[in-house]
């Protein structure tokens, strides 16, 4: 089993910023991708920001210049730097990653249980 465990979420005033981490645990061989999706009421999930195990990210219009994802491999966590937030990036944030379990020769993705992110105006 894996396990995507999500935390830093939380009320900000527009302008500030947040932190948000997600640590992938369980038996795990590799992980190939991980990367943040968010999901506000009425809307589709949507990318926010991506990062691939070679380094390549990418990142939606709406957040570059202002959300940074970064990867610490040894602790199989993904980090999300938030900064500059608008009311707009108001949702439900998701981690998901890209895993191959011990002894499973296909990746699969996994997500988080996701962690609320609201910002007041």
């Known amino acids: 089993q894996v396990h995507l465990v999500e935390s830093g979420g939380g009320l900000v005033q527009a302008g500030g910023s947040l932190r948000l981490s997600c640590a992938a645990s369980?038996?795990?061989?590799?992980?190939?991708?991980m990367g943040w999706y968010r999901q506000s009421p009425g809307k589709q999930r949507e990318l926010v920001a991506a990062?691939?195990?070679?380094?390549?990210?990418n990142y939606a219009d709406s957040v570059k210049g202002r959300f940074t994802i970064s990867r610490d491999n040894a602790k199989n966590t993904v980090y999300l730097q938030m900064n500059s937030l608008r009311p707009e990036d108001t949702a439900v944030y998701y981690c998901?990653?890209?895993?191959?379990?011990?002894?499973?020769?296909?990746?699969?993705?996994?997500w988080g249980q996701g962690t609320q992110v609201t910002v007041s105006s």
């Open positions: 369980g038996t795990i061989f590799s992980i190939n991708a």
């Open positions: 990062l691939r195990t070679g380094g390549s990210s």
């Open positions: 998901n990653a890209d895993i191959r379990r011990l002894g499973i020769k296909r990746n699969e993705g996994y």
